[in-house]
């Protein structure tokens, strides 16, 4: 677990330490207060990489100056280490003794991330629903990350091609690694959404406390094997499209409950539960597969959820069982482990 971590010029933090007590730790001040920062300060140094923005928004700007550098300091029960500094717009992560300019997989901590945007899931755009998903799959297989990004250099200089007029000859090289990463990838949302599926109705209705209600999740992918995308290539490309319109990227993943369509028959509040019965079924996921706690961040919790379902949804045995880390408006929202930014 996280014992302490300390910020300097960090969004608007100068220097700030805080230390953190076992269990749930709730981290309360009014909008503004930075809330946020130590969260995203935590992600940056379990996942390499800020959810926000990129590392140069968040040096600190006291509106006469913006700083040089910032720094994040880790420590962990047992006396492990690591820090992040980003200066000269150079990223440096030291974990223990060992430098990297970027934190390797297998140096990298299970995170479960809430943002407020999230929320949007059922409602946002298909990319926003896939990119949720990836970011689990990352998780779970980290060649699937790099899987991604080698698919979306062939999208790009595929789509290219298709502007300029190139020959089908030219593009059936390009075809080729289409197809086998589009495979790839459509295999591991497949696989996952699956999983999540087995588990999702029974977080719904604990969290909803109903036995009614089943709810699912539906990937969305009219073509999934390597012939068939390499088929509709061909198709899509005597046809005269000058874009690519098959594979992953044009993928979508519908949320389902009582069979029907989430998104057109959700309440508000069933919307929300559906979210974090979601982050509950990956949670379960993680932590099982990777056998190991998992790092819960929720951003802005208080304004999503009732102080009732608030406090059972950190006394379920899903979240108590691993490392959560909460921010909310009003002081006193739990027992355990409160810290309060003025």
Do not use: C
């Not at 150079?90 to 407020?116: G, H, Y």
């Not at 062939?154 to 690694?177: C, H, K, M, P, Y």
């Not at 989430?262 to 932590?287: C, Q």
């Amino acid at each position: 677990m996280i014992k302490n971590l300390r910020v300097q010029n960090f969004r608007k933090h100068a220097d700030l330490v805080v230390d953190f007590k076992p269990g749930a730790t709730i981290i309360t001040g009014a909008n503004g207060s930075g809330k946020t920062s130590l969260l995203e300060a935590i992600y940056i140094a379990l996942q390499g990489k800020s959810w926000r923005s990129n590392f140069a928004e968040i040096l600190r700007d006291d509106g006469q100056n913006i700083a040089e550098w910032w720094r994040i300091d880790l420590e962990f029960s047992g006396d492990q280490k690591r820090v992040v500094k980003f200066t000269n717009n150079a990223k440096n992560f030291v974990v223990d003794t060992q430098t990297f300019t970027r934190l390797p997989a297998k140096l990298k901590k299970p995170v479960i991330l809430f943002e407020p945007n999230d929320l949007q899931l059922l409602y946002g755009s298909p990319a926003r629903r896939r990119d949720f998903f990836d970011r689990l799959i990352s998780q779970i297989e980290p060649t699937h990350a790099t899987t991604l990004r080698k698919f979306e250099r062939i999208l790009r200089q595929r789509n290219n091609l298709l502007r300029q007029g190139t020959s089908a000859s030219e593009l059936f090289v390009w075809d080729l690694q289409f197809a086998d990463l589009s495979e790839k990838i459509i295999t591991a949302r497949d696989r996952w959404i699956k999983e999540i599926n087995h588990h999702l109705t029974n977080e719904y209705q604990k969290i909803a406390a109903t036995s009614r209600d089943v709810v699912n999740v539906k990937y969305l992918a009219s073509h999934k094997s390597r012939q068939q995308i390499l088929d509709q290539l061909k198709h899509d490309f005597l046809d005269g499209r000058l874009y690519t319109k098959t594979g992953p990227q044009t993928h979508d993943i519908k949320f389902k409950i009582n069979n029907h369509d989430a998104k057109l028959t959700a309440s508000r509040g069933e919307n929300r539960t559906i979210i974090f019965a979601t982050l509950a079924t990956m949670t379960r996921i993680l932590s099982q597969t990777l056998g190991e706690k998992i790092y819960l961040l929720f951003d802005d919790i208080d304004s999503e959820l009732d102080a009732t379902r608030r406090q059972e949804l950190y006394k379920s045995e899903i979240f108590a069982d691993n490392y959560l880390f909460a921010t909310t408006i009003k002081a006193g929202d739990s027992k355990r482990g409160a810290i309060h930014l003025s």
